[in-house]
């Protein structure tokens, strides 16, 4: 039997209510689209639980967690839900799954919320807090039933994004401090924000893996806090190009895409290119900087002229120290 689940977002949405409805009978509110930090609202002893649903084919990471956690924390999250459930179809990093671990070893008044991966048409626990009000297939008293039938497939519709390519002329410019610092000032402006390591050191899989327990890929992330109280923060992602490449139709939400390109013009992808509203090169304002990079910036800009004619170029100068003018 067929248990695959759709790849469309809304589409999985639509699936995991059904699971949701058919499985355990909850009663579960899908509200408008767009709306405040999650996508179902499931009704069940006259409690309201929230439910994100991410439909990655690569595990949520850690900071999506985390931003869960910090929505449930909300005033307003607190009066209208009991608990919140993130349910994903491709399951979790291993950081993410300890983060809600240790906060409520830590904090008994951290939210409640759990983590489940749709699996074989039905839920499956990757951590379920210790408060929580699910009950299980085995635990249930319904009838049983035939699981969920998959929606079927189709393309999503992207909004509108953006995308930043930042090339190199030569080492030690700060090709890769310039994307993690872009990507921070767009998440601080409440966006969240994709970062493509697309060069072959994966500095930026390093960067934000620096401080983790457990490293694997999918913990490279960033929650970042908002700035105002009563906002939930957002989330910057660490993924390579194929990861991007299979999941970008999965992000809808995702305005913003900041490519660490490859020093080699030529290993960059040329359909990424063209995709490519603003490129920047990063360079150095010195004599050195300016004479023996000049041309070198020059051809680069000439390179991504031919393949794409509509972006907008930028040199950006870097490491500039005022009281050394």
């Known amino acids: ?52 649903i991410k439909n990655y084919k690569r595990p949520v990471n ?72 699910f009950q299980s ?11 969920v039938s998959p929606l079927e497939n189709h393309q999503s519709n992207n909004h509108k994004r953006y995308y930043f390519g930042i090339f190199t002329n030569k080492g030690g410019t700060g090709k890769t401090t310039v994307a993690a610092h872009l990507a921070g000032a767009f998440a601080l402006m409440h966006y969240d924000v994709i970062l493509l390591d697309i060069d072959p050191q994966r500095n930026l899989k390093k960067l934000f893996q620096d401080d983790l327990i457990f490293q694997d890929d999918s913990s490279a992330s960033l929650f970042v806090p908002s700035l105002r109280r009563g906002q939930i923060g957002n989330v910057i992602s660490i993924l390579n190009d194929k990861e991007w490449e299979n999941d970008k139709n999965n992000h809808d939400d995702i305005k913003i895409v900041i490519c660490d390109c490859n020093p080699t013009f ?38 991504i002229r031919t393949e794409n004619s509509e972006t907008q170029m930028h040199v950006l100068i870097n490491h500039y120290i005022e009281h050394k003018r």
């Open 266 to 303: 030529e290993e960059n992808s040329k359909d990424l290119i063209k995709e490519f509203d603003y490129c920047v090169i990063p360079t150095t304002l010195n004599p050195l900087g300016i004479a023996k990079n000049s041309d070198v910036i020059k051809r680069t800009f000439e390179k």
């Open 1 to 52: 039997m067929d248990f695959s689940s759709p790849h469309d977002p809304y589409e999985f949405e639509n699936y995991v209510k059904d699971l949701l409805e058919k499985n355990y009978t909850y009663e579960v509110i899908k509200p408008p689209k767009g709306t405040f930090g999650y996508d179902l609202e499931i009704i069940r002893d006259g409690k309201s639980i929230a439910a994100q």
């Open 137 to 147: 297939l085995e635990e249930s008293s319904r009838k049983t039933i035939s699981p």
């Open 62 to 133: 850690l900071a999506e967690v985390e931003r869960f956690i910090d929505f449930m924390g909300l005033h307003r999250a607190e009066r209208q839900f009991s608990e919140g459930w993130l349910i994903s179809s491709s399951g979790f990093g291993k950081a993410a799954v300890e983060q809600p671990k240790s906060e409520s070893r830590e904090n008994p008044r951290v939210p409640v919320v759990s983590l489940g991966t749709v699996f074989l048409g039905d839920i499956r626990w990757d951590y379920l807090h210790p408060k929580s009000s």
